[in-house]
């Protein structure tokens, strides 16, 4: 079982020492790691992992079965044994990319809840743009405008980001119908981490996020399309104050 020790709050960490539990030619699982592995719309992070007669660049990052697996290229030396020292690092320029893409996300995803009804159905981060797909929803030009400036007034008031564990009785009762897909979380997992908006937003996450809204500049909505009856698509990116 690795530990996932950006959770809940240290996603702000890129550089660390662990223990190598398990390695093969194609991964290596740690006792413990930072590095973010795939999910929730994110992607994997990316970087190197070290020991003292070899190093790895890290490409992907997956859980499996309780485990987080670092697939590794470019392998030197000989690869760690069960109990050897490694450092990790993570890429911090892509990792902090991320940070402020799914923050911003969650602004977004909090507008057009709030001013149109439309739940979040789906979303992918990546480090220079964004994507949401929502629903019910039939966006005009003017709402697009709308929703835009509504995110960029929220990010002035430099908001904190905070990340916790909650019990899950209380995110249920707390997170809005239509801010996240409780259900797909099994019931066992309890408690569940939650990113909190000072005033602004709830919503259950696993991802990485910055600590104030004053961290991601401006958003810029660069495209709308219908992805099928009700459901709207916006594509973004951001922009420096």
């Given at each position: 079982m690795t530990e996932q020790r950006y959770l809940p709050d240290a996603d702000d960490v890129t550089e660390f020492e662990a223990t190598a539990t398990e390695a093969t030619d194609d991964y290596v699982v740690l006792d413990?790691?930072?590095?973010?592995?795939?999910?929730?719309?994110?992607?994997?992070?990316r970087g190197e992992l070290s020991w003292d007669d070899g190093?790895?660049?890290?490409?992907?990052?997956?859980?499996n079965h309780g485990d987080v697996r670092h697939y590794v290229e470019d392998v030197e030396g000989d690869l760690p044994d069960p109990g050897d020292p490694v450092r990790g690092e993570i890429d911090a320029e892509r990792r902090e990319a991320h940070r402020r893409m799914h923050t911003a996300q969650h602004v977004v995803s909090r507008v057009v809840l709030d001013e149109y009804g439309a739940a979040t159905a789906g979303n992918q981060v990546h480090a220079d743009r964004s994507r949401i797909d929502f629903e019910p929803a039939e966006f005009s030009a003017a709402d697009v405008e709308r929703i835009e400036r509504l995110s960029n007034e929220a990010i002035?008031?430099?908001?904190?980001?905070?990340?916790?564990?909650?019990?899950?009785?209380?995110?249920?009762?707390?997170?809005?119908?239509?801010?996240?897909?409780?259900d797909l979380i099994p019931d066992h997992v309890d408690p569940l981490r939650v990113v909190e908006i000072e005033d602004f937003d709830y919503c259950p996450c696993g991802g990485t996020h910055v600590d104030s809204l004053g961290d991601l500049g401006r958003v810029e909505i660069t495209n709308r399309e219908s992805k099928g009856e009700e459901t709207e698509r916006i594509e973004f990116e951001l922009r420096t104050a």
């Open positions: 413990g790691t930072y590095f973010y592995p795939e999910g929730g719309g994110q992607p994997a992070d190093s790895a660049a890290v490409t992907k990052v997956r859980k002035e008031r430099d908001l904190e980001v905070t990340k916790a564990e909650r019990p899950r009785e209380e995110v249920e009762e707390r997170t809005e119908e239509g801010r996240a897909l409780l």
